[in-house]
């Protein structure tokens, strides 16, 4: 299975930013570990991250290629029309998922422009909740994989 990692803004300063609501660990350092755990399943992963709405957007378009996409795209979750509209296009099934509890944040965080079209939420875990969304594709019946 091929999976696409999708990050949004400022998620390249993971590990500095907000080490309390983000986790201590650098974005470099959840891309190896979660890819190492990803490929002990045979899930082979790609990350991308940008802080710019039009390349997260061209990235959708380009991504028919995987069997799922997960995606943490920041702030953007909460704002972007555009990318729910790409994620509509291409019709790649993703999971949507948040190293921050939204839910316990900010009102405005509440909100997201794509939970409703995503398999499903993985949200406040820190860095392990790229694991969670990789060990629920582990586990999908095999009728359910691209």
Do not use: C, W
Request: hydrophobic share 35%; glycine share 6%; no cysteine.
């Amino acid at each position: 299975m091929d999976v696409l990692i999708i990050n949004g803004p400022n998620l390249n300063m993971l590990g500095i930013r907000e080490p309390k609501k983000y986790g201590v660990k650098k974005y470099v350092d959840i891309q190896k570990e979660v890819t190492a755990y990803a490929l002990t399943h045979n899930i082979y992963t790609d990350f991308y991250q940008s802080n710019y709405e039009g390349e997260i957007i061209e990235t959708i378009h380009k991504s028919t290629k995987y069997d799922h996409l997960i995606l943490n795209l920041g702030g953007l979750t909460h704002t972007s029309i555009s990318i729910r509209d790409a994620l509509l296009s291409v019709k790649s099934e993703f999971i949507e998922v948040h190293l921050s509890n939204i839910f316990a944040r900010e009102e405005f965080r509440h909100t997201s422009y794509i939970s409703d079209i995503a398999i499903g939420i993985i949200s406040g875990f820190k860095e392990y909740s790229y694991y969670l969304a990789i060990d629920y594709l582990v586990h999908l019946p095999k009728k359910e994989v691209k």
